[in-house]
């Protein structure tokens, strides 16, 4: 199974950025999938996340309202479209893959590489 994230890079303050993770190994269909962030010496933190079954979505307190998770089947890729964005928004965005989760990392199998967000004032 590989989780290939792509899409990070710098922006100022209140630009947007989407953010992709393209899955193989697995039957992505059948996967709830989120994006989690981890800033420099702070712990995971869950951004984002969809329900394969249901379709239903999920954020973080601090993203709600700004960030939107979306997904293609088809291409067994997972967006996320980041609006607003703010300078503590920084971090490394990692897309995770489970059965059934929600927004413990614990309960995650799978996981990308990560990419880089920076947000400057």
């Known amino acids: 199974v590989q989780l290939q994230a792509s899409g990070g890079g710098l922006v100022q303050a209140g630009d947007s950025l989407r953010l992709s993770c393209v899955a193989s190994?697995?039957?992505?269909?059948?996967?709830?999938m989120s994006w989690f962030r981890q800033a420099p010496g702070q712990e995971r933190e869950f951004v984002a996340g969809m329900s394969w079954r249901s379709g239903n979505t999920y954020y973080g307190d601090s993203v709600k309202g700004r960030f939107t998770i979306s997904r293609d089947n088809g291409k067994n890729t997972v967006f996320l479209q980041m609006n607003s964005l703010k300078p503590e928004d920084t971090a490394v965005y990692y897309c995770?893959?489970?059965?059934?989760?929600?927004?413990?990392?614990?309960?995650?199998?799978?996981w990308g590489q990560g990419t880089q967000v920076t947000v400057s004032s």
């Open positions: 995770a893959a489970a059965r059934l989760a929600y927004s413990d990392s614990r309960q995650y199998e799978y």
């Open positions: 190994g697995l039957t992505f269909s059948r996967y709830d």
